[in-house]
C-alpha cells in the first residue's frame, strides 16, 4: 500500500507560480508512474500530468503544456509539480496518484492522495 500526502497549494495572483509537493510512503514509490489531476467545484476530475516511475517520461495535458512541469526525486519518495504563469483558470483542488500503468485515465490510479488547493485569482 502507498500512503500520499500532497503539499504546496495555496492562493497565488495570475501569472504566478507555485511548487506543489507529492511524498510517498512506501519502499516502492519508484516502480509507479505519478499523476497529477485537478478538480474544480462541479466538475469532473481532470488530467493535468503523468511522469513515468524511471522520471524519463512526462505528458501533459494541452491546457497546461508549457507552463507546468512534473518531475519526481525517487531518493526521496517525492513528486514534483511546478505550476509557472498561472491563470484563473488553473483554480482547483490538486490530487496526486500513483499507478501500475503510465496514463491519463484516473480510474487507472490505484492511491490517492487528500489534495492541495490551488487558488488563482486574477
Known amino acids: 500500500q502507498v500512503q500520499l500526502v500532497e503539499s504546496g497549494g495555496g492562493l497565488v495572483q495570475a501569472g504566478g507560480s507555485l511548487r506543489l509537493s507529492c511524498a510517498a510512503s512506501?519502499?516502492?514509490?519508484?516502480?509507479?508512474?505519478v499523476g497529477w489531476f485537478r478538480q474544480a467545484p462541479g466538475k469532473e476530475r481532470d488530467f493535468v500530468a503523468v511522469?513515468?516511475?524511471?522520471?524519463?517520461?512526462?505528458t501533459y495535458a494541452d491546457s497546461v503544456k508549457g507552463r507546468f512541469t512534473i518531475s519526481r526525486d525517487n531518493a526521496k519518495n517525492t513528486d514534483y509539480l511546478r505550476l509557472n504563469t498561472l491563470k484563473p483558470e488553473d483554480t482547483a483542488v490538486y490530487y496526486c496518484?500513483?499507478?501500475?500503468?503510465?496514463?491519463?485515465?484516473?480510474?487507472?490510479?490505484?492511491?490517492w492522495g487528500q489534495g492541495t488547493q490551488v487558488t488563482v485569482s486574477s
Open positions: 511522469i513515468s516511475g524511471s522520471g524519463g517520461t512526462t
Open positions: 496518484g500513483v499507478s501500475a500503468r503510465y496514463s491519463r485515465q484516473s480510474n487507472e490510479y490505484d492511491y
Open positions: 512506501g519502499r516502492t514509490f519508484s516502480l509507479y508512474a
